[in-house]
């Protein structure tokens, strides 16, 4: 049980950053609920990244208490009620400094693997 | 319901959400429900834990982090248990002395009085210009005020019973502190009984009579005196002989006047005024009272102050004799609680309570300084937690629990040291001087403590912390920190250090220094009279047993003369008061030549002269040729002579006045004076005195009678004080069951009870002294081992190249003997700038006396440069292979 734990603690200390930077940028294109969120990344990412539930949450709870994004309790249009995480506009500062940073170092990368 | 439940159940409604959504979708799909609910749990895995993990973002985070911090601190101290050891006892030390302190001086000068709003409380006393003397005041003075003032809610008065009293209870008669209460007494103190209905509130004035015949009794009195019997209301209480009738039990712990704050509460008995025709001048002949009074809400006292000063004059004014209108022109208005404490014993306490202050300063510098020193030997620690990532601020607060972690451990070894401190202050503190050493801790004490405890913890390990976060971590990696280039500034901190706790351990030794010559000088002072092998006996006398009857004949006589017959009794004589026994005082206006004189009174027996060995200025002692029908005599102490004789230089001149008729037609004619001049402090010559003898006072020496009211019976012998005392209670138990209350003590415990606050401070300066002159050696001990197992290799570097071993024990013993200096020299400074504080407790030393500062120095010097010595010696005997090969 304890070893389980840690894996999903590792997962997200693994993810974190580039995880938190995705779900920022899917609640740019509106409110969404978790499990909206998970379609959406799984969606646009052309069905690679699957996120797992154990990270999805864990960093929804952490973005809402750094302030990054705001939640409330709302009906689906399938009449569920399930809370909706919104971007704030910190979240919005911090996804523009996550994204520079990703450029920079995505670009970096690139430079290596290409030299 | 709680936040936290909340929050709980809406993250399991968000996860079931989810899981709805998910299964829907699998279905919209085209998958069969079954199909689609065991899809949709295998792909969300293991729910309980998810929540978990997700909870863990809720913010205690922060707790947990404490308890690992926590954890790792103890974990620490574990694996070095010398260090956890030396740093707990040190700051223990300095806690427990702190908070022993300040137990003490909450109890005597912080605590309000256990009144309903004490602090608007105010006692009201007439004096004259430069409170010479100070007055109660009489009736007509206080119906003045009353009538005149409006800074006062009310004005309440009460005096003490004249003589001793005795409560006759159930069984033996009990001493106890009678009072006379205005009516409205009670009532201004917002007092209510436990039982009774105590007295009617009701202004005071001739003709009140509501409570007349009424008791009330303290709940002491009323246990020990009638075994607590609930039906004693409406019972009849004999109060030396007189019957009251009870009408009041006041609650545990109610007392009026407070002798002392705090002090053990004795039994009392309070009965109300009766105000006639004693009280209708403002003579000698009237009743004195002690005058309390309320100020009125929103009255400041010194406006107070302003409108009786006023009113004073007017009062004054009514004095017919020139002389006593001087004498109460004046009127001191001070707060009940101030009035309580002497100023002597408050400002010897704030002085303790400074120079506990200052040890526990030495003791958190000493730790800051083993902190330092770990926090170097750990550098490299910290430098890989910083490389792994581990942020300042995480590394701070680890470094600071560690820190909270030992404070800890020392506020409650601390607890313990203070506990053991104040009883075995309650052994040292003389009885006179009273002051309330109980060891409850309560709620002010555990806040001081543990404001104590976090100040310590901040202080020692703070800095150290910051110290070694700032440090870069890239060279400590490198280089193992062992010499690193960063040791060299850190030693020179520490250095500081040491010479701070050297400055601050000479000014505690240094006024250690001055109250003990202080006290030998007071030793030392000739006091004119012997003080080895007596044992006196303040004798409890019942009073009223010996209304119009000769107390000489029926107690004293045969009394002394079975003392006198006593196995291992030399002499056995009676005097009012054995010299500094501070158990009475009565100051008498006396015609001498037609011009008014003031002085003490006293009676003694002839054998006094030769029990304390006391030798004649002048003339002789009384003798027993002095016989109840011889010439009246007197006895005078020099300061009489100085004050009143005709020729000022010759004694003897005095000799054959008068001074006073000892009844109609008998007049004392002086027959010697006394070579003493020590008789109410060690420290000051005594007042004016008047000694008459014993045998001539008789029920018709007037309205002072001074062989009832007080006197101590002294015994000069070869046996010891506890074999003794037994056999003299035994004796006046026989004489009156009463006198086997009388309190014992020797002449010797006398005279050193009498130096009070200066031996308190002395024995808790001890105390202090010794333990900041440990601290700082083992201070300046450990920096200087921790520098020279830091210097190994460079030590033996330089033995390999030529250097002495002289040359090295010099080396350490020089950066010794600079850190000692410097800290002498800004503690001689600091010495000589608390001066101040001390000077009031020095007799016959100044607070800047040359001896005692050089003494201190180099006495703080000396135990330095031996501390210093053995890490100099493990120094010089380096051997230069080991030292080279251990890198």
Redesign the interface.
């Known amino acids: 049980m304890k070893s ?2 840690e894996k ?2 590792n997962r ?1 200390d693994l993810l974190q950053g580039t995880l938190d930077m995705l779900i920022l940028q899917s609640l740019q294109w509106g409110p969404q ?3 909206g969120v998970s ?1 959406a990344l799984r969606a646009r990412s052309g069905e690679v990244l699957q996120v ?3 990270s999805l ?2 960093a ?3 973005m809402e ?1 750094q302030k990054w994004i705001a939640a409330e309790w709302r009906q ?1 249009e ?1 009449n ?4 909706f995480y919104k971007i704030t506009a910190e979240g919005r500062r911090q996804l523009a400094t996550d994204r520079s940073k990703w450029n920079t170092m995505v670009a970096a990368i690139a430079s290596i693997l290409e030299a | 319901m709680t936040r936290f439940s909340r929050r709980k159940r809406d993250l399991d409604e968000e996860i079931e959400a989810h899981r709805r959504m998910a299964v829907a979708e699998r279905i919209a799909r085209g998958e069969s429900e079954p199909e689609a609910r065991a899809a949709a749990e295998r792909a969300m895995g293991n729910l309980p834990l998810v929540k978990d993990v997700t909870r863990e973002q809720w913010g205690w985070i922060w707790l947990e982090r404490l308890g690992q911090d926590f954890r790792y601190a103890v974990r620490q101290m574990r694996r070095s248990p010398g260090f956890a050891i030396t740093a707990i006892g040190t700051l223990a030390l300095g806690i427990g002395a702190a908070a022993a302190m300040f137990t003490v001086v909450d109890h005597a000068l912080l605590r309000p009085l256990p009144y309903k709003d004490a602090a608007r409380l105010v006692t009201l006393e007439e004096e004259g210009p430069g409170a010479k003397n100070v007055w109660n005041a009489v009736w007509v003075d206080i119906a003045q005020w009353r009538s005149a003032s409006r800074s006062f809610e009310d004005i309440a008065f009460s005096s003490g019973m004249r003589g001793r009293t005795f409560l006759q209870g159930n069984s033996a008669a009990l001493q106890v502190d009678g009072q006379e209460v205005s009516p409205n007494l009670f009532a201004m103190l917002g007092a209510k009984t436990a039982l009774g209905r105590g007295f009617i509130a009701e202004q005071p004035s001739f003709g009140a009579v509501k409570n007349a015949g009424g008791i009330v009794l303290s709940n002491a009195a009323w246990h020990d005196a009638f075994g607590g019997d609930r039906n004693i209301i409406g019972r009849v209480a004999r109060v030396n002989d007189e019957p009251w009738t009870v009408i009041g039990v006041m609650p545990p712990g109610f007392r009026f006047p407070q002798s002392f704050r705090g002090a053990p509460v004795g039994p009392l008995v309070w009965v109300p005024v009766h105000l006639g025709d004693k009280d209708t001048g403002r003579d000698y002949k009237s009743d004195h009272y002690n005058v309390i009074a309320r100020l009125r809400r929103g009255v400041k006292i010194e406006a107070a102050r302003a409108e009786m000063a006023t009113i004073q004059k007017q009062v004054a004014a009514q004095y017919e004799d020139p002389e006593e209108r001087v004498d109460h022109s004046l009127l001191d208005v001070e707060r009940y609680g101030d009035s309580l404490i002497d100023a002597d014993v408050k400002k010897a306490l704030l002085a303790l309570l400074a120079a506990s202050g200052v040890l526990w300063l030495i003791a958190s510098v000493n730790v800051t300084n083993l902190l330092l020193a770990r926090s170097m030997a750990r550098q490299r620690e910290i430098a890989m937690r910083g490389a792994l990532g581990a942020s300042r601020g995480r590394v701070m607060q680890q470094m600071i629990v560690e820190g909270l972690v030992i404070s800890g451990c020392a506020a409650v070894l601390g607890v313990g040291l203070a506990l053991g401190a104040i009883s075995l202050t309650k052994s040292v503190a003389p009885i006179n001087l009273n002051v309330d050493f109980s060891t409850h801790l309560d709620l002010t004490i555990l806040a001081a403590l543990c404001g104590l405890t976090l100040l310590s913890a901040v202080l020692s390990s703070a800095w150290p912390a910051l110290m070694a976060v700032r440090a870069p971590i890239e060279p400590a990696l490198k280089q193992g920190g062992q010499q690193a280039g960063s040791g060299r500034r850190h030693n020179r901190l520490r250095s500081g250090l040491v010479a701070v706790e050297v400055a601050m351990s000479l000014t505690l030794l240094v006024a250690c220094g001055l109250l003990l010559r202080t006290i030998y000088t007071l030793r030392h002072v000739p006091l004119g009279y012997r003080t080895d092998h007596i044992v006196v006996a303040n004798l409890s006398i019942p009073s009223w047993r010996y209304v119009n009857k000769s107390v000489n004949a029926t107690l004293y006589q045969p009394l002394l003369e079975r003392a006198q017959h006593l196995h291992g009794v030399q002499a056995a004589g009676l005097i009012s008061e054995v010299p500094l026994g501070k158990t009475f005082n009565i100051m008498l206006t006396l015609r001498m030549n037609g011009n008014n004189i003031s002085a003490a009174l006293k009676t003694a027996t002839p054998d006094v002269q030769r029990i304390f060995g006391m030798k004649m200025l002048a003339g002789r002692f009384f003798s027993n040729d002095d016989t109840p029908i011889s010439q009246g005599v007197a006895v005078v102490n020099p300061a009489f002579a100085a004050e009143y004789a005709p020729n000022k230089h010759d004694p003897s001149s005095l000799l054959g006045m008068t001074v006073w008729n000892l009844r109609e037609g008998m007049p004392a004619r002086i027959i010697g004076v006394l070579d003493n001049e020590r008789q109410k402090t060690v420290a000051e010559p005594s007042q004016p005195e008047v000694e008459v003898c014993l045998c001539q006072i008789t029920p018709a020496s007037g309205i002072y009678q001074p062989s009832t009211i007080a006197m101590d019976l002294a015994v000069r012998t070869d046996r010891s004080p506890s074999q003794m005392i037994p056999e003299l209670r035994d004796l006046l138990r026989q004489a009156s069951p009463e006198l086997a209350n009388s309190r014992f003590s020797t002449m010797d415990q006398i005279v050193e009870d009498s130096f009070g606050s200066q031996r308190l401070a002395a024995h808790l300066l001890e105390v202090f002294g010794s333990a900041a002159l440990l601290l700082c050696v083992a201070g300046l001990y450990g920096l200087l081992a921790y520098v020279v197992s830091q210097r190994t290799r460079e030590l033996g570097v330089r033995i390999a190249l030529g250097a002495q071993r002289g040359n090295l024990l010099w080396l350490v013993m020089r950066q010794a003997g600079v850190m000692l200096l410097v800290g002498v020299f800004i503690g001689l400074g600091l010495a000589l700038a608390s001066g101040r504080l001390v000077r009031g407790f020095l007799y016959g030393v100044k607070a800047h006396d040359g001896w005692t500062l050089a003494g201190a120095a180099l006495l703080l010097f000396a135990s330095g440069m031996l501390a210093a010595w053995l890490p100099a010696r493990r120094a010089a005997r380096v051997n230069p292979m080991e030292a080279l090969r251990a890198e």
């Not at chain 1, 569920?80 to 809370?83: D, E, W």
């Open positions: 389980e734990h999903y603690r997200i609920h978790g499990y379609q797992e539930t154990g949450y864990p929804l709870h952490r208490r689906t399938q569920q009620r399930a809370r």
